[in-house]
C-alpha cells in the first residue's frame, strides 16, 4: 500500500494486519500532541471509517454529545435524537452499527480523554459498548486515539476495570528520528545539510507538524525565527497550549519541568521536592510518572545506585528551547534566533540539546559501536567528592565487562583535543574508576558532530561516532 507517510514502518505494518484480520479488535494509539497520530490512521485506512468521532477540547458532557449525535447522524445518513447520557449514545452506535452491510467496520474515536469529562460516566458506557457488544463480533474495529497519553495508559491500558486486559494492540507513536526528518525534508524539497537537520531538531525535536512549518528557500536560522519568534509566529504560544492539552492542573507539571531545565543531567525526586518548596511528594510522584509516559522525562539509576538513586531528566527538546529562550523573549526582534547563534548563551543550550538529541538516539550510539544487541544501561555520572566539573555526559554500562564513557561535543568543525582536554579525559576516568570502584575497562568514546582530528592526544578515544552515525 503507496501512502505519503514517513517512516513508521512497523505502525503501518500492524494497523494494516488490523484492518485486514478476521477477529474484533480494540487498539489504542498514543503520543504527544503533534506526532502525527490522526494522520497516519487517517492515511491508513482511507475512507473507510463506519463511524468517526472527535472529543471537544475543554467541553462539557452535553456539547460532546451533541458533537456525537452530528457525527453519528452524518456517518449514517441518520435522524437520531440528542443522546441523554453515553450510555444511549452508544446504544444508537450499536443500533446504526447492525444495520450496516460491510465486511469490516470501522470506529474511529479521536482524542478520546476529552470525552471523559468529569461525571460523564463515559467509561463505564465504553466499557459496556465493548465487553457487551462489539468484542462478540468479528467485523468491529475500535481504534481510540489520544494525545493525553498518561490519560489512556492509565485509563485503558492500565484499567482495573471493565476494559482490563481488552485491547488487542497498543501503538505508541513516537517523534520522527533524526533519519526520518532527512526523508521528510527530502519528501518537500528542503535542502539541509544533516548539522542543519540536528540543530532543527535540536528546536524542534522530530516532531512532524513543526518540521511542516519549515519553508524551502529560507535557512534553518530564518525558520526558527519565522515559526517562533515572528510577530506573528505560529508556534508562538505552542508551549502553553502543548501541555494544556495534555495535562489537568497543567501549571503544576509546567512547574516539574522548569526545574529540570535548570540541571543538565537532572534532579531526584527529593532534589525536585525542594525546588518546588514541597514536603509531601504524593503528587510528584504522579506527575513524573505523567511526565515520562509522555516522554518529556526520562528517568535513570545514578551508577552503581539502584535504590534512592533514581534520576529524573529533561529529554524533551521543545521544551528545553522554550525555557532557554522563548519564554525569556519579549517579542521585539523579528530575528532573534539569527541574532543569537554562537552567544554565550547559544552555545550553552547547543551543547546541552545535543546531548538531549544523543540521548534520543541511543539506538543509533549502540549501533555504531557494535553493541546492539548486549543489554545495557544508560546513564550520566557526577564526581560527588571531587571538583564541580567532573561530571560525564553519557555512560553505557555493558553487561559484557566494559563501560563506554561518551563525551559528545556540538562543534561546527572537525574537534580537535587538546592537551588540557586530555589531561581532563584522564582525570576524569580515574575519579570514576576510584568514586565507583568499577572493575570493568572503560573505553571512551568521543561522539560529535564531524568527528575528531587525529593528533598526538587522540590516543585515548577508543572509539569515535560521528553524527552521521546517528542518521543511520
Known amino acids: 500500500m503507496k501512502t505519503s507517510i514517513i517512516g513508521r514502518f512497523e505502525e503501518q505494518k500492524r494497523l494494516l494486519e488490523i484492518r485486514d484480520s478476521d477477529r474484533p479488535e480494540f487498539v489504542a494509539i498514543y503520543g504527544r500532541r503533534r506526532v502525527g497520530k490522526t494522520f497516519l490512521i487517517r492515511q491508513i485506512f482511507q475512507k473507510s471509517f463506519a463511524f468517526d468521532l472527535a472529543g471537544l477540547a475543554k467541553s462539557n458532557t452535553v456539547n460532546q454529545l451533541i458533537n456525537f449525535n452530528q457525527s453519528l447522524n452524518r456517518s449514517f445518513n441518520a435522524s437520531y435524537h440528542v443522546p441523554k447520557h453515553w450510555f444511549e449514545a452508544f446504544d444508537q452506535l450499536i443500533t446504526a452499527l447492525s444495520r450496516l452491510n460491510r465486511t469490516r467496520k470501522i470506529v474511529f474515536i479521536d482524542e478520546i480523554s476529552w470525552l471523559d469529562a468529569p461525571k460523564s460516566d463515559f467509561l463505564p458506557a465504553l466499557e459496556h459498548f465493548w465487553n457487551g457488544w462489539a468484542c462478540m ?51 518537500v524539497n528542503i535542502d539541509l545539510s544533516r548539522r542543519q537537520i540536528a540543530e532543527t531538531y535540536m528546536v524542534m525535536g522530530g516532531i512532524p507538524y513543526y518540521l511542516s512549518l519549515m519553508q524551502k528557500g529560507m535557512s534553518v536560522n530564518q525558520n526558527v525565527d519565522k515559526i517562533f519568534f515572528d510577530d506573528n509566529a505560529l508556534l508562538k504560544n505552542e508551549f502553553e497550549n502543548l501541555y494544556a492539552s495534555l495535562f489537568k492542573h497543567s501549571d503544576e507539571y509546567i512547574a516539574v519541568v522548569k526545574a529540570l531545565s535548570l540541571k543538565n543531567k537532572g534532579l531526584s525526586r527529593k532534589e525536585i521536592l525542594e525546588y518546588l518548596k514541597k514536603k509531601s511528594g504524593n503528587k510528584i510522584t504522579a506527575i513524573l510518572k505523567d511526565l515520562e509516559y509522555c516522554g518529556f522525562i526520562r528517568s535513570y539509576f545514578s551508577f552503581n545506585k539502584k535504590e534512592r538513586g533514581k534520576i529524573f531528566q529533561l529529554i524533551d527538546s521543545f521544551t528545553l528551547f522554550y525555557f532557554n529562550f522563548i519564554e525569556k523573549y519579549n517579542f521585539q526582534d523579528n ?18 540539546a545535543f546531548e538531549i538529541l544523543s540521548l534520543q538516539h541511543i539506538a543509533g550510539i549502540k549501533k555504531s559501536l557494535g553493541i546492539s544487541g548486549i543489554r545495557t544501561n544508560t546513564c550520566s555520572w557526577k564526581s560527588e567528592n571531587s571538583e564541580p566539573g567532573c561530571q560525564i555526559d553519557l555512560l553505557i554500562d555493558r553487561i559484557d565487562g566494559i563501560i563506554n564513557m561518551v563525551e559528545i561535543k556540538f562543534c561546527n568543525e572537525i574537534y580537535c583535543i587538546s592537551k588540557d582536554y586530555e589531561n581532563n579525559l584522564q582525570n576524569k576516568i580515574a575519579v570514576f574508576r576510584f568514586e565507583s570502584k568499577t572493575k570493568k575497562a572503560i573505553h571512551l568514546v568521543m561522539l560529535t558532530t564531524f568527528g575528531i582530528l587525529q593528533n598526538k592526544y587522540s590516543g585515548i578515544v577508543q572509539k569515535e561516532i560521528r553524527l552521521d552515525d546517528l542518521f543511520a
Request: charged share 10%; net charge positive.
Open 137 to 187: 463480533r468479528n467485523d468491529i474495529v475500535l481504534i481510540v486515539c489520544g494525545s493525553a497519553t498518561s490519560w489512556i495508559v492509565n485509563n485503558i491500558m492500565n484499567n482495573h476495570g471493565g476494559l482490563h486486559n481488552r485491547l488487542t494492540a497498543n501503538i505508541h507513536l513516537r517523534a520522527f528520528t533524526l533519519r526520518e526528518c532527512e526523508q521528510y525534508f527530502q519528501s
Open 335 to 352: 530575528h532573534f534566533w539569527t541574532n543569537s547563534v554562537n552567544l554565550p548563551q547559544y552555545n550553552t543550550w547547543a551543547g546541552y
